[in-house]
């Protein structure tokens, strides 16, 4: 019988001594390797959409909390009630001539079952801008219309010519207004938030936010809204020219704009307007680049009081493996005169030990490396959930 059959045989008699030891060593091993593998993909998945080939040079929103606005704004999480600001900022952009505009109303998409997504009013501008492909049908042309993200249409179990309808956001949300949309594209995967995303035109998401309305066709004054709660409106050839806003042009809500400067010296201009920096601004002009690389800042020196602090545990750990080794070889010295009163070496004795505490190691890291595959695939959904 030779050592390694031994050590099985102890280890398997002695279960409550070896679980504790496995998961003591597994939770010593599984919480650096995860918290480096998290650190990493948070800093990958942010800084994916700031990054080189998808650079996102400037965010002008309402002003209050640059992370928040760099963040919904990049990942189309719709912003707290109150940040939305007027469309007439769209105009003094293209006016100015220092930037591209390419302007983002969010709105969430309410299903009865299952998750949600956000509703992204934009131009073709933004699809051309990152570079977004078309795996099916082409852009949204109409009032109406709408190209699903990679991850939408598979969630959603939609293609081109279904339609979809956005839920209000409560039964008391009488401003929404539930419009059937058609769907007239789907993009190609790109494993960023616009995956996740339904686009339309501004017109299409202001019209669901409750800021306009069309007449059913026969009706006259009558609106699909105020008539029927229950039903869906749906833009058609019999009541297209019949939509219209609640408000001018230039007062309907924008959540952000994506300022697309023609050259450094055009956004170093743009920044330092005085309606972006005086003390009474309402909006702000941000590098998303920066706001995030100062986030990410933080939470790597987070990380690296963290990563201390895990150096203690992992030698209090070892000092303690190595306490209850030689507490153990003290309570076993009977059993190790037995063996070597039946024939068994001193080497033997040794590589059984040996072979006792890699059974222990190996089983450790298994159950680390099961532990790092669990919390990995919990947090992709949940990030991938959050549009990141």
């Known amino acids: 019988m030779n050592a390694l059959r031994l050590a099985l045989f102890y280890l398997r008699f002695h279960r409550a001594k070896t679980v504790i030891l496995v998961v003591c060593v597994g939770l010593t091993i599984y919480l650096p ?5 998290l650190v990493g993909e948070f800093d990958a998945r942010m800084t994916a959409r700031v990054g080189v080939h998808t650079a996102t040079p400037l965010v002008i929103g309402a002003r209050g909390s640059r992370f928040d606005l760099v963040l919904h704004a990049l990942n189309f999480r719709p912003l ?3 940040s939305a600001f007027g469309a007439a900022e769209l105009q003094r952009l293209r006016e100015d001539g220092l930037a591209a505009p390419v302007p983002l109303f969010l709105r969430d998409f309410k299903q009865r079952k299952g998750r949600g997504f956000p509703i992204v009013g934009t131009t073709m501008d933004y699809l051309d801008f990152r570079d977004l492909r078309f795996a099916e049908g ?7 219309d709408c190209v699903l993200g990679a991850g939408t249409a598979r969630a959603m179990e939609a293609k081109v010519g279904d339609a979809v309808t956005p839920d209000p956001g409560s039964l008391a949300d009488l401003t929404s207004l539930p419009l059937k949309m058609r769907v007239t594209g789907i993009l190609k995967r790109t494993h960023t938030a616009d995956d996740a995303a339904i686009f339309t035109d501004l017109k299409t998401a202001w019209v669901i936010a409750g800021h306009g309305h069309g007449h059913e066709s026969g009706e006259g004054n009558e609106t699909v809204f105020n008539a029927a709660l229950e039903t869906a409106g749906e833009v ?13 042009p230039e007062k309907l809500p924008l959540t952000a704009v994506i300022a697309l400067p023609k050259s450094e010296a055009d956004s170093v201009i743009l920044q330092g307007q005085n309606r972006f920096l005086k003390q009474d601004a309402v909006l702000q002009a941000l590098e998303p680049a920066a706001v995030v690389g100062e986030m990410l800042d933080v939470i790597l020196r987070a990380k690296r009081f963290i990563d201390a602090n895990q150096l203690v545990v992992a030698v209090c750990t070892g000092l303690f493996l190595g306490l209850v080794i030689l507490l153990s070889l003290r309570l076993r010295r009977d059993e190790m005169e037995t063996l070597f009163q039946l024939g068994c070496s001193r080497a033997m004795v040794f590589w059984l ?16 490396l099961l532990g790092v595959w669990v919390t990995l695939d919990y947090v992709d959904g949940m990030m991938r959930g959050m549009g990141l």
């Open 353 to 368: 030990q040996v072979a006792e505490l890699g059974i222990v190691v190996m089983m450790s890291v298994v159950l680390a």
């Open 33 to 37: 390797l995860v918290s480096h593998w």
């Open 80 to 82: 707290p009630e109150g």
């Open 236 to 248: 058609d050839g019999g009541n297209l020219g019949s939509f219209h806003f609640h408000d001018p």
């Open 138 to 144: 082409g852009a949204m042309a109409l009032l109406g």
